[in-house]
């Protein structure tokens, strides 16, 4: 199966500074990568997502870059702002023909004002 | 308004008890999932079904048990088996086989008293 890094589990930025988090994965079949936002006591949401055919795509701050030959896509916010703090997941399917979401561990991102 | 639903928000459980925690959705996904979320250790596979009638283990499926009866719903049973039950519990659904955005329920916190 599938097997999803995710580094740091923990990151601490002032507002305004930039946020990375990267995740790196196994099945080199994989061609789907989504980023979740989950804030406290609430269900993960998508924020973003990637398949293979590009390397980078962008949604105003939140922008996610993937390399396949490396394995790796990771998460890039600028001028983060407080309510970007919450922990954030990546994805990946698993192999064997059917999608099955795997999980990172998750980062969690905290914005001081 | 489709989505999908988890009932219910919190559950408490007595030794020895075996709780079900619903879930139900209107996407009209073939492929609904558990998930069990403890502190740093991300989003952990319970089971997943992928079609009525049939069902998989994931990667922690000792002490629960589920069903699927019908498209719309995939009840997880939290049995006496399972000795450290208290988690917040998520309920996934995608579409089958394209790789696409998973939509959680709310979740529901259950906690043995």
């Known amino acids: 199966g599938e097997n999803v890094e995710q580094h740091p589990s923990t990151l601490s930025v002032q507002e305004g500074d930039s946020a990375v988090i990267k995740c790196t994965y196994s099945?080199?079949?994989?061609?789907?990568f989504p980023w979740y936002k989950q804030e406290l006591g609430k269900r993960p949401q998508l924020i973003i997502d990637?398949?293979?055919?590009?390397g980078e795509k962008k949604d105003q701050r939140i922008a996610v870059t993937l390399n396949k030959t490396a394995k790796h896509f990771s998460l890039h916010i600028t001028e983060t702002q407080p309510e970007d703090s919450a922990v954030y997941f990546c994805?990946?399917?698993?192999?064997?023909?059917?999608?099955?979401?795997?999980f990172g561990r998750g980062t969690s991102l905290i914005v001081h004002p | 308004d489709g989505g999908i639903t988890q009932s219910p928000k919190y559950l408490f459980r007595k030794e020895g008890q075996n709780v079900t925690l619903s879930c139900e959705q209107n996407l009209n996904h073939d492929a609904m999932y558990w998930y069990r979320q403890d502190p740093g250790q991300g989003l952990r596979l319970i089971y997943y079904?992928?079609?009525?009638?049939?069902?998989q283990k994931g990667d922690i499926a000792e002490g629960y048990s589920v069903s699927r009866e019908k498209k719309e719903s995939f009840p997880l049973t939290v049995t006496s088996a399972q000795k450290n039950p208290t988690a917040f519990y998520l309920c996934?659904?995608?579409?089958?086989?394209?790789?696409?955005?998973?939509?959680f329920g709310q979740g529901t916190r259950l906690t043995v008293v």
């Open positions: 079904s992928q079609i009525v009638n049939d069902f």
């Open positions: 996934a659904s995608t579409f089958l086989g394209g790789q696409t955005e998973a939509f």
């Open positions: 994805a990946a399917p698993s192999s064997g023909g059917s999608y099955i979401p795997t």
């Open positions: 990637i398949r293979s055919n590009v």
């Open positions: 099945d080199s079949a994989s061609n789907y």
